[in-house]
């Protein structure tokens, strides 16, 4: 089967925040994109259609990433696509994006919470690339998605940023062992965002964002279009080279 004249990269929650930027930085450079959604099918929609209004194609296929037991199906899925849409049977790059957060002290998390997060944030990305891998190109791309509160520290983020430190060290074992095939691992943490993650708390409320603006040594909050092109620079041939890397992109917040 002959390959596809582009890259495909697949972006998971790909229908809003940092997936939609993401998935739009990588169709501008000359990737066409698979992404998911879990209930966000009209939005998701809409990003398939700017994606392909610039010229690349795309498609959105739902996806829970807290249920695991739905991969194998969900890989299937893509290799359906790439064979009927692509006439190919690999892609190239894959984002593990999709997530949802929890804010609550210590001591008031509670263990379906800490589960829930442990779903969506580790159990998910490990058993999805584990899926997608055979799928995947050699030389291919995989970028974490990891959060600047797996350095410093908030309270009442004890569980989430538990998560995220889990993703960087399961990133640098992902870039070991799938470095024979030429794939580079990489994870991206974010500062404080301005999207509806978390209720869009950064966003809108104009206190939170002034204490961030505050905080960060470029003096704002970061928008999605931030870490979007990051992320994307990560895909490029430029950045062939970096690899097992953490990279936070937070506008140098709490330096």
């Not at 000359?30 to 392909?52: H, K, N």
């Amino acid at each position: 089967m002959s390959t596809t004249t582009n890259p495909i990269a697949i972006v998971t929650g790909g229908s809003r925040g940092l997936g939609r930027s993401t998935a739009l930085h990588l169709a501008g450079q000359g990737f066409d994109v698979i992404l998911t959604y879990q209930t966000q099918a009209t939005q998701a929609q809409a990003v398939v259609a700017e994606i392909e209004a610039s010229g690349r194609k795309a498609l959105a296929l739902p996806l829970d990433v807290a249920d695991s037991s739905r991969f194998s199906a969900f890989a299937q899925s893509v290799r359906e696509a790439l064979r009927s849409r692509w006439n190919t049977e690999h892609f190239q790059v894959l984002v593990n994006n999709a997530g949802t957060g929890v804010h609550a002290s210590l001591m008031d998390t509670t263990e379906a919470q800490f589960d829930a997060l442990v779903n969506v944030h580790l159990k998910g990305v490990f058993f999805l690339t584990q899926k997608l891998l055979p799928l995947m190109a050699d030389g291919g791309r995989i970028v974490n998605l990891s959060s600047g509160l797996a350095r410093f520290a908030l309270p009442g983020y004890a569980a989430y940023a538990s998560m995220k430190g889990a993703i960087e060290t399961l990133t640098r074992y992902m870039a070991k062992e799938l470095g024979p095939r030429g794939i580079a691992v990489n994870v991206v943490a974010p500062g404080a965002i301005a999207t509806d993650f978390g209720g869009g708390a950064v966003r809108d409320n104009a206190q939170l964002n002034a204490f961030v603006a505050s905080q960060t040594a470029l003096g704002r909050v970061g928008e999605a279009d931030d870490i979007g092109a990051m992320i994307a620079s990560l895909c490029s041939p430029a950045n062939r080279w970096v690899n097992a890397q953490r990279i936070e992109v937070s506008g140098g917040m709490f330096v």
